[in-house]
C-alpha cells in the first residue's frame, strides 16, 4: 500500500482600500479587528489573510479556489468574517477526505504593522482552520498597489494529507 502523499496549495487574495468607508468602519486582517485602521473593500470582510489561507487549503484538496466556493453571487457570505469562511473551507477539506497539516500566510503591505499581534493572529486563524497557522509580514519597497498604499495583499501555503477510510 502506498502512503497517502501530502498535497500543497497556494491561496492569493488582495484588496484594496475601502475609497469611501463608513464611519464606524474597522479593517479585519488575519482574524483581527484593526481599530483605527483604513477598512480594505470587499463583499466579505476583505481579510486578506483568512481569505488566502481559505484559498490555499481549497487549491490543495483539489476543491477550486475561493471565488468558486464563496462567490460574489452568494448572498450569504456577504459581510461575513474571513475566519467564518476560513473555517467553512477547512471543514470542506475535511469533509473531501483531507487531514489539515498546516497553512502559512504572509501578508504584503504597509499597514497595520502586525508584529504586536502576530500571536494573537496565529491563534485566531489556527482556531478558524482548526489547525497551525503561521504569520509573517512584509512591504513591497513602495512598489505595486501595496507599497503605494492602495491596498494589501496576502500570499498563503496550505499542507493537507489524504486520509485514509
Do not use: C
Not at 466556493?69 to 456577504?78: I, Y
Not at 504584503?108 to 499581534?117: A, H, S, T, V
Amino acid at each position: 500500500m502506498t502512503p497517502a502523499l501530502p498535497r500543497t496549495g497556494i491561496g492569493v487574495d488582495v484588496h484594496a482600500y475601502d475609497p469611501d468607508p463608513a464611519p464606524d468602519a474597522v479593517l479585519h486582517l488575519a482574524g483581527l479587528s484593526w481599530p483605527g485602521e483604513r477598512p480594505l473593500a470587499g463583499h466579505s470582510d476583505a481579510d486578506v489573510a483568512a481569505h488566502a489561507a481559505a484559498d490555499a487549503l481549497l487549491s490543495a484538496s483539489g476543491l477550486g479556489d475561493l471565488g468558486s466556493n464563496f462567490g460574489t453571487a452568494e448572498p450569504q457570505w456577504k459581510g461575513a468574517a474571513g475566519t467564518a469562511l476560513l473555517a467553512e473551507a477547512a471543514r470542506r477539506v475535511r469533509a473531501a477526505g483531507f487531514a489539515v497539516g498546516n497553512v502559512a500566510v504572509q501578508v504584503i503591505g504597509n499597514r497595520p504593522r502586525l508584529g504586536q499581534r502576530r500571536a494573537e493572529a496565529e491563534a485566531a486563524l489556527s482556531s478558524a482552520a482548526g489547525a497551525p497557522v503561521t504569520l509573517s509580514a512584509t512591504t513591497s519597497d513602495g512598489l505595486g498597489l501595496t507599497g503605494r498604499g492602495e491596498g494589501v495583499a496576502a500570499v498563503a501555503t496550505a499542507l493537507v494529507v489524504a486520509v485514509e477510510g
